[in-house]
């Protein structure tokens, strides 16, 4: 009885080793061929197309620019100034000229200037110099000066005596003079008869 049951046995672990091994054969994975997925993946690639050069662009502005322009230095005769007189009567000032352009940009880079107006948008004034022509009258001659034996009480040269009468008048003198003559002091010779200042008249 013995021996049966270990004959037994070894029948079953062989027949149980050899199913181990059918259902390792059984799971053993099957190899995938990706080369033709690979093939036709690489086939369905597209080339980009080249890129074209972008087109320039092209702008017009128009811009201005100021520019002085410079006054004329003139003289002029100027008879309310005494001859000889030179003096500057009007500043000269500087104008305006204002030009406009047309101005062409390639790209943002400018490219052309063309000037289509131009227009003094101020004028210049000049710069006068009179120079005088005027000639003062003369001088008058200075007076002669009156004899040192003229009484200093009257104007214009009565003289010193022990009495002075009017021209032509009724006094006897010894002195006599033609008037007028203007009283400046004391009338000591009676030629105001009047009394107005005036002797003589």
Same mark, same amino acid.
Not at 17 to 38: H, K, M, R, W, Y
Not at 103 to 127: I, M
Not at 139 to 146: K, Q, S
């Given at each position: ?25 059984? !799971? ?8 033709? &997925? ?63 352009? =047309?101005?062409? *940009?390639?790209? &943002? ?15 210049? %004034? ?8 005027? =000639? ?17 009480? *009257?104007?214009?040269? %009565?003289?010193? !005596? ?6 032509? &008048? ?5 002195? *006599? +003079? ?10 000591? *010779?009676?030629?105001? !008869?009047? &009394?107005?200042? +005036?002797?003589?008249?």
């Amino acid at each position: 009885m013995f021996q049966i049951h270990r004959t037994t046995s070894a029948v079953i672990c062989a027949a149980t080793i050899t199913a181990v091994f059918s259902l390792s054969g059984c !799971a053993e994975p099957a190899t995938t061929d990706n080369s033709a &997925g690979q093939a036709a993946t690489s086939s369905s690639t597209i080339s980009p197309s080249p890129t074209a050069d972008p087109e320039p662009v092209t702008t017009t502005k128009k811009a201005t620019k100021k520019e002085a322009i410079p006054f004329e230095k003139v003289t002029k005769k100027n008879p309310n100034l005494d001859e000889g007189t030179k003096r500057v009567t009007t500043k000269g000032v500087k104008g305006v000229l204002t030009k406009t352009f =047309r101005v062409t *940009y390639v790209d &943002g880079e400018e490219t052309e200037r063309k000037l289509v107006k131009e227009v003094v948008t101020k004028k210049p %004034v000049n710069q006068v110099t009179s120079i005088g022509t005027h =000639r003062p009258p003369p001088l008058p001659e200075p007076a002669e000066p009156e004899p040192s034996n003229c009484d200093p009480n *009257y104007s214009g040269c %009565v003289p010193i !005596a022990s009495d002075v009468d009017c021209a032509g &008048g009724s006094g006897d003198g010894p002195e *006599y +003079v033609n008037g007028p003559v203007r009283v400046t002091g004391s009338d000591i *010779y009676g030629l105001d !008869a009047d &009394g107005n200042g +005036v002797g003589c008249e």
